[in-house]
């Protein structure tokens, strides 16, 4: 459904240019669960910057449904980490799950029953009139994914959602995501520098290495669905790939076999 060829971005030029995604191949298939993890200032942000048509790459592809991407896609809706600069203070909740909308659909009713579907299931479904500033942090970034939602992408591509959340709050909205992903079969590319974050979510989990950046490899996450934040990472194997991911990060040449994690590269 997506896929990402030798992508390379450089910010700026001469001897100021910062080379912040090095050559990045990445796929995605229709359905399935992604997760890019890379530590801080790897170039994730730059990367989903290129997926979603905001930046253009300085070399390489970014195809989605078999179109190169060169603006802003349709099918495709985005969830950045500040919520609270991308939350209107001025606008209800309902009315910024609703921004985007206006220009998919035209009437007013669909719209409104879109709106309030989304709202539900993040579990805000009486917050529609409320303003932003009214709700805690972690309410406010549901309004954001309920946004991401509401217009029905065929995939979401998620900026650290959770990085300024409490842990309980971030426990929760994991789980949240985890169940919208199995009720819509929305496609999800999320990145983070949490590792836990990612074995647990994901079905994939593509490791990136320090600026400039590149794949270092790719880890299928075996562990069985539905998972759950007590059950899931008691598992010996959720520590197993655990240890595997975090081993790929900081030894990214790659001599930690010891725990027998079978990836591919
Ligand atoms: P991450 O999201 O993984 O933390 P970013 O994509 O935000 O990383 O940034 C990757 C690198 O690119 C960093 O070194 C950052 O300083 C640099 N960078 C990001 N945006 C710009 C920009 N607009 N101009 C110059 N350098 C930038
Ligand atoms: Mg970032």
Redesign the pocket.
Known sequence: MLSVTHLKKTYGTGDAAVEAIRDLTVTVEEGEFVCIVGP?GAG??TLLKCLCGLLSPSSGTVVLDGETVTGPPKAMASVF?DYSRSLMPWFSVARNVDLPLRNKYRSASVREEKVSGALAAVGLESFGSRYPWELSGGMQQRVAIARGLAYEPEILLL??PFASVDAQTRADLEDLILQVRDTTGVTMLL?THDIDEAVYLADRVVVMSARPSVVVETVEIDLPRPRDQVGTKSLARFAELRAHVLGLIRHPTGDDLATGVRTNA
């Open positions: 801080s994730k942000t980490q900026d650290e990145v």
